[in-house]
């Protein structure tokens, strides 16, 4: 079946140590996003690539970079990992040419901060 | 700005009884509504849309939702609540002239009791 996999499911790392979570897709969208969820709270858009093209959210901090090596898939870089960083974090992708279908979204990974 | 709203936090059913969750949001624009799904530890899964044309909208696992263009609301329902739709539910809003710009309601918790 066509999905979002997120790799890994958990992640532990330590305060200030660099992580970097993944995603892929097997759905050929050619926009994939990037949210973080805290505590059962609205999923928060970070950043997404239109094709290869990257739109960062005006409020993601500077701590947090995406790269985008191929359609199929999207890093999330946390440079310097904060206590606050802690989160679920959601990748999703969507078809960008057309507006009303709905995103798909993996998983997630829960990261910890120790 | 655009923006949804779900006003409950938490709704409690007896299993067997019908069920809404409400959304209601501010769109500048044709807005295209969704809703999604969130069990423990798993990422969204999409349940309907709304785009144009019926009002109500018919839906994964016997899910509904009514769209009311004069109220500006865009409720779920269930006609007979399962136990295992205690979940987390979100309603989201795309501007139809911005393909990548969704947001999300705050969630409503659904707990229905056995």
């Known amino acids: 079946d066509a999905m979002v996999i997120q790799n890994p499911r958990y992640q532990v790392t330590q305060f200030g140590k660099p992580v970097t979570l993944s995603c892929s897709q097997t759905?050929?969208?050619?926009?994939m996003y990037w949210y973080q969820q805290k505590s059962s709270q609205a999923p928060k858009l970070l950043f997404h690539?239109?094709?290869?093209?990257?739109?960062n959210e005006a409020d993601t901090p500077d701590n947090f970079q995406s790269r985008r090596p191929n359609t199929s898939f999207c890093f999330l870089d946390i440079r310097s990992p904060g206590l606050g960083d802690a989160a679920m974090y959601l990748c999703?992708?969507?078809?960008?040419?057309?507006?009303?279908?709905?995103?798909?979204f993996g998983d997630g990974t829960r990261l910890s901060i120790l | 700005a655009q923006s949804v709203a779900q006003p409950e936090d938490q709704v409690n059913v007896a299993e067997g009884n019908p069920l809404t969750v409400k959304c209601t949001y501010s769109?500048?624009?044709?807005?295209?509504l969704f809703w999604y799904v969130q069990y423990p530890n798993r990422g969204l899964q999409f349940l309907l849309k709304?785009?144009?044309?019926?009002?109500l909208v018919k839906g994964s696992y016997g899910f509904e939702a009514e769209f009311n263009k004069s109220q500006t609301s865009f409720h779920l329902k269930k006609p007979s609540a399962l136990v295992s739709d205690s979940a987390l539910y979100f309603c989201?809003?795309?501007?139809?002239?911005?393909?990548?710009?969704?947001?999300f309601g705050a969630g409503t918790r659904l707990t229905v009791k056995p």
């Open positions: 999703a992708t969507s078809r960008g040419d057309i507006s009303n279908q709905p995103q798909h």
């Open positions: 759905l050929n969208h050619n926009v």
């Open positions: 690539y239109y094709d290869k093209d990257f739109n």
């Open positions: 769109v500048s624009g044709n807005p295209y």
């Open positions: 709304y785009i144009t044309g019926d009002n």
């Open positions: 989201a809003v795309r501007v139809s002239y911005n393909n990548n710009d969704m947001r």
